[in-house]
């Protein structure tokens, strides 16, 4: 039973496989068309943004998919290649190849490997948790600023001219230099292609369901609207032979399958890419697991973090030996599939059949495409990453949030992606241990009438002078235990009056061992100030561990069930407690 339990926990197919249906089987296949009719010009467009020939875009999103399908448990999750690990692969490839002889492709193949080991021995290892260190704001100023810089990378393909560059400034400067070249024609389509994108996001629906069509169809429609700009855009370019003028056209794409590669695996190569695949994986991963989570939540099903950790590595391994490049959970894709009813992985498996006819058979119908709709189907797709709301709500709560995201967005478009993700996840770790090394503790009182104790700055309580009661709101570790120890020597030194300190520890659910020889040092410099030193409200955990070190041996005080046992005892009304004070566990 153990064995088959793990089996299936480590092969998810075997678990939604078993209980299959026909009207499950139906509702994956239409889904699966309608997502691999937006993932065509997806794939290649991505695979443009990354550097590399456009069939790369298809081979990602072929057989990455069909092993996410065994492997992974969520069961609305499309994954392949999405903007923003493309733009880390591309800024990546670009500083490796100019350090390293290795062809462009071959580095892409390595780091996709790579990625797929470095999320494997995390899945194995239960790391799943690591996405929890990476707060919401920063992850969304890091996703924003990638947005504005996607699709500031495309501007040169909307404006046909050549420029470079990885950050703001750059690309920036390199287009104003250009724009004198810019041609017209390629203007015109790039253009004309993202007002139209637009308007199909916006107002093809309302649309076509005001001329009589039915909501589902017009639905199908909406999410076509990039085929049609492929379509008309490719049409127009071979019938007016546009690629003669200066238009930019995709050019022959290999008619094929995904063909067998392998990754060039030197010493020096994977040394280069190691940090850059550590952070496209993680990156990834956060990007997938937030979609995956969000989505089987709408349908009460539950995803495994470290599960997906192993299923999104066996897909970038997969993308290593067939052509692709670093691939993840993408969000528009996903919610399209989740909206289109997909039901389990199959969906995907599906999808992955349907790319592969695209690639053999419809490859020869894009060679007259133009980068320049590629292009605007990026920027497009990337402008509704951009989160500005967040700014503002971020402003509103929290300034030191707003900080942290505004730092994220401005290093991002300044330093690069690679820097901004660095920061974006040193913040995250900052915002922690400075939230987490200054506890907030409150000095509190008896709500009169009940047997309450609350802050004595917000409430009208009754204190006594010769008990001080502080409420520490937080664990007590390493990196904030000299702030408790600073906060109640600076509390007593005024106040001869004093003569019980208690710690209300409630809220405690952890003291470490530096906590505790705080807290034994504490308690010897009180005791010499004449004042002793008690707890209240120990949680039985807690209690458990302060029972093996030596601080209960020589508390001077005692520790008491209750903050209400406590204050009426110190206060010389033991005889109404009785028994209340404790030294045994809370």
Known sequence: MANTYALTRHLPILAWGRTYSRTAAINDLTAAVIVTIMLIPQ????????GLPPEAGLYASIVPILLYSIFGTSRSLAVGPVAVVSLMTAATLADVTQTIDVGYATAALSLAGLSGLILLAMGVLRMGFIANFLSHPVISGFITASGILIAMSQIKHVLGIKAHGHTMPDLLESILSHASDTNLLTLAIGAGAIAFLFWVRKGL?????????RP??????TKAGPVLA??????????FDLAQTGVQIVGAVPQSLPP????NVSTDLLAALFGPAALISIIGFVESISVAQTLATKKRQRIDPDQELIGLGAANIGASLTGGFPVTGGFSRSVVNFDAGAETPAAGALTAIGLAVAAVFLTPLI??????TLAATIIVAVLSLVDLKTLRESWAYSKRDFGAVAITVVLTLGLGVELGVVAGVMLSLLIVLFDTSRPHIAEVGMIKGTEHFRNILRHDVVTDPSVLTLRIDQSLYFANARFLEDHIYNRIIDDTDIKHVVLMCSAVNEIDLSALETLELINVRLKELGIDLSLSEVKGPVMDRLQRGGLLKHLTGRVYLSQFAAFCALRGQADKVSDLAQPGSA
């Open 43 to 50: 794939s290649l467009a991505y695979a443009m943004l990354a």
């Open 205 to 213: 629906r309302p649309a076509l369901i005001r001329m009589g069509l």
């Open 216 to 221: 589902g169809a017009a639905d199908f429609a």
């Open 230 to 239: 492929v379509v008309a855009t490719t049409l127009l370019a071979w019938h």
């Open 260 to 263: 067998f590669t392998l990754p």
């Open 367 to 372: 060679y007259f495409l133009p980068k320049a």
